[in-house]
């Protein structure tokens, strides 16, 4: 009776161990300091519009236009990327610099043109 006792008390704890280790994996997979955001752009606008960050974190972008062509720039990391509609387009950097960044269209892509805007916040 008391073998029995013991043997549910560490089937337990190994259960409760391994709720434990889950918790805390996450947090070693952000560790790798890459971060991924699947972002479409279109007539006139991105979504998500703001994206955050920790400096020093590689930023990947996976855009996608859903209709015309459009760009995707942020002058203060030098970025200028072409983004033809129904295409994939990777963009790729290393967020140094901490602050509020305007992401903006620069390919002319109608009326709204002037409003296609997004914003960087690296912290
Ligand atoms: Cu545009």
Request: with cysteine.
């Amino acid at each position: 009776m008391k073998f029995s006792y013991q043997k549910e008390l560490l089937l337990s704890l190994v259960i409760l161990g391994f709720f434990v280790l889950i918790q805390f994996l996450p947090e070693y997979q952000q560790d790798s300091d890459e971060v991924v955001f699947e972002m479409t752009t279109k007539q006139w606008e991105f979504e998500p519009n703001q994206i955050i960050v920790q400096q020093g974190q590689t930023v990947v972008i996976r855009l996608v236009s859903t209709d015309v062509p459009h760009g995707f720039a942020i002058d203060e990391y030098n970025i200028y990327t072409f983004v033809p509609p129904g295409q994939t387009v990777d963009i790729s950097f290393i967020a140094k610099d901490q602050g509020v960044f305007e992401i903006f269209c620069n390919i002319f892509c109608g009326e709204g043109h002037s409003t296609h805007r997004g914003q960087l916040i690296v912290r």
